[in-house]
């Protein structure tokens, strides 16, 4: 038969006893301490993951905010330009309108001009001539 040697038993005994305590005392703490870990860095993960799709949809608002002002002041500055053009076509249309006036009221006056400088000459001329008509006169007798 096989012969059972005490000590051998007693260190299968204390090593069991050994295990078992450090199971207890070291291992499960250690475990659960790394299972509280997991669950902190879980609750974390999911924190960040809600934190950034929070983020994303407020970044995604904002740039159609923003998207949404810049068509609203290319929109403006569109309608300015329009509007700038269209007074800038009715300065020009009145400047053209009071320069064919001008132009007009310039022609009058140098045709006034004229008939009264005509009218002077005929005047110049008679006197002119009747001078010329007696100098002659003078001239034969």
């Given amino acids: 038969?096989?012969?059972?040697?005490?000590?051998?038993l007693f260190v299968i005994l204390i090593l069991s006893l050994l295990l078992f305590l450090l199971q207890r005392l070291y291992f499960k703490p250690i475990n659960k301490i790394f299972q509280e870990r997991e669950k902190v860095l879980r609750e974390n993960k999911e924190y960040?993951?809600?934190?950034?799709?929070?983020?994303?949809?407020?970044?995604?608002?904002?740039n159609e905010a923003l998207r949404n002002a810049y068509l609203r002041v290319e929109?403006?500055?569109?309608?300015v330009r329009k509007e700038?053009?269209?007074?800038?076509?009715?300065?020009?249309?009145?400047a053209k309108i009071e320069a064919e006036e001008k132009k007009k009221e310039g022609f009058k006056k140098l045709e006034e001009e004229i008939k009264e400088g005509k009218k002077a000459?005929?005047?110049?001329?008679?006197?002119l001539s009747e001078e010329l008509i007696k100098n002659i006169l003078i001239a034969r007798n």
């Fill in 1 to 8: 038969m096989v012969n059972l040697d005490f000590s051998a």
């Fill in 48 to 62: 960040f993951s809600q934190f950034l799709n929070e983020y994303n949809e407020k970044e995604k608002i904002l």
């Fill in 75 to 79: 929109e403006y500055k569109e309608k």
């Fill in 84 to 94: 700038a053009l269209s007074e800038k076509e009715a300065i020009l249309e009145k």
């Fill in 121 to 127: 000459i005929e005047r110049d001329l008679d006197s």
